[in-house]
């Protein structure tokens, strides 16, 4: 690996996301054959102790606790974002402004004038070769990435119907505390934009179709939650659920449903797609199978096969274990560094785009103001 050009990353965040991407860097190039060297430069985080703490945990040589100072190091080419979502807009521009590719965590901002402003600094900056992604990490399930396979090569045909749901249940309890993914100021919205951001890309992605139109209703079960530092209780102001209907493109009819008070589903996100020549279903419960129905076999023994999607020929199976040493969770971002790192070495726009990411963003508004209008249907505006 010494003769391949390093690529610099600093990454800003630490929490969960932090440590999944942490993870992530420090994984890719050890299981694939990246065509660039990612050094994992410096970690920042606002207190100095908690990040040189992190930094070390993690694998990385150096700590910052100013994104301004990171975003200014020379040894530093990519900056990763995996802040709560109201920084995301300030840093990613002020990044790929300043020459630095960038990563940036879903959903893409908190408001749709936020993304727009990234997507249009991401295209002038591809111009000069600098690269940005959307972190939808599902897309690098290798089942889910095998699914669009199977659309593409038509054996799924026409899609008429999608069925998109994303079930948590850690709002459940109404003493959990009103941490920064309850508060509309840092987060942008609830369960819409953390969960439901997941399924509309996907969606998007595994249809290669685009969302036009919106009938929604939303919910917050628990207004008032316990302060997470400190006596009292203060107000939620994201939704606990987001539910809606949705026509496609193409003329598909499709169902979403986002919510984090599913009791019993700890992380299940499920797509099923029904099309005139075949049916797909993921549940990321089971990661490594897809069932796939296809009107082709013959009638008397057709029905759902579990594909293991385990095997070399699979997506990114081929760097991994031999057939049937499964793959998980944190596999999806190993997965995304690697594509990101093998784009900028081609000089490629990697996917999915911040433009992507704003198409989404589209949505996401879009279900908002239905909801608020007791769930008229709304036109998905195009992303401009
Ligand atoms: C929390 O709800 C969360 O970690 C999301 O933010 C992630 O994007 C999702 O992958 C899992 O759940």
């Given at each position: 690996m010494p003769d391949k050009p390093a690529l610099g990353v600093g990454l800003v965040g630490y929490a969960f996301m932090g440590a999944a991407h942490s993870h992530a860097w420090r994984t890719a190039p050890r299981v694939f054959d990246l065509p660039l060297r990612p050094a994992m430069v410096a970690l920042c985080g606002r207190s100095a102790a908690a990040v040189e703490e992190a930094a070390a945990r993690y694998g990385w040589t150096g700590a910052e606790t100013d994104w301004r100072e990171l975003i200014k190091r020379d040894d530093i080419q990519l900056v990763d974002i995996c802040t709560p979502g109201d920084l995301h807009a300030e840093i990613a521009i002020a990044a790929l402004e300043a020459g630095k590719h960038v990563l940036c965590e879903k959903p893409l901002a908190n408001t749709l004038t936020e993304a727009s402003a990234m997507a249009e600094v991401a295209a002038r900056a591809a111009a000069h070769g600098v690269r940005a992604m959307t972190g939808f990490n599902y897309r690098r399930v290798p089942a889910i990435a095998f699914a669009r396979k199977l659309v593409t090569d038509g054996r799924v045909g026409q899609i008429r119907h999608v069925r998109a749901t994303y079930l948590q249940d850690w709002l459940v309890d109404p003493s959990f505390p009103l941490t920064w993914r309850l508060r509309r100021e840092r987060a942008g919205s609830g369960a819409l934009g953390d969960l439901g951001a997941h399924i509309v890309d996907l969606v998007h992605y595994l249809t290669g179709d685009r969302i036009t139109g919106v009938s929604a209703a939303m919910a917050t079960f628990t207004d008032e939650r316990p302060l997470p530092d400190g006596p009292?209780?203060?107000?939620?102001?994201?939704?606990?659920?987001?539910?809606?209907?949705?026509?496609?493109?193409?003329?598909?009819?499709?169902?979403?449903?986002?919510?984090?008070?599913?009791?019993?589903?700890?992380?299940?996100?499920?797509?099923?797609?029904?099309?005139?020549?075949?049916?797909?279903?993921?549940?990321?419960?089971?990661?490594?199978?897809?069932?796939?129905?296809?009107?082709?076999?013959?009638?008397?023994?057709?029905?759902?096969?579990?594909?293991?999607?385990?095997?070399?020929?699979?997506?990114?199976?081929?760097?991994?274990?031999?057939?049937?040493?499964?793959?998980?969770?944190d596999a999806t971002f190993v997965h995304e560094v690697r594509?990101?790192?093998?784009?900028?070495?081609?000089?490629?726009?990697?996917?999915?785009?911040?433009?992507?990411?704003?198409?989404?963003?589209?949505?996401?508004?879009?279900?908002?103001?239905?909801?608020a209008q007791d769930g008229s249907w709304v036109a998905v505006p195009e992303r401009s």
């Open positions: 009292g209780a203060g107000p939620v102001t994201v939704d606990d659920a987001a539910l809606f209907l949705a026509r496609l493109g193409n003329g598909a009819l499709a169902s979403f449903e986002a919510t984090r008070f599913a009791t019993g589903r700890k992380n299940q996100l499920r797509i099923e797609l029904n099309g005139d020549r075949g049916s797909l279903v993921f549940d990321l419960e089971r990661p490594n199978e897809l069932w796939f129905f296809s009107r082709d076999d013959d009638p008397a023994t057709a029905g759902f096969r579990r594909i293991l999607v385990t095997e070399p020929d699979h997506p990114y199976l081929s760097a991994w274990w031999p057939p049937g040493h499964v793959l998980g969770w594509d990101l790192v093998c784009a900028i070495a081609d000089g490629t726009d990697p996917a999915p785009s911040f433009q992507d990411g704003l198409g989404v963003q589209c949505v996401l508004s879009s279900v908002e103001k239905s909801a």
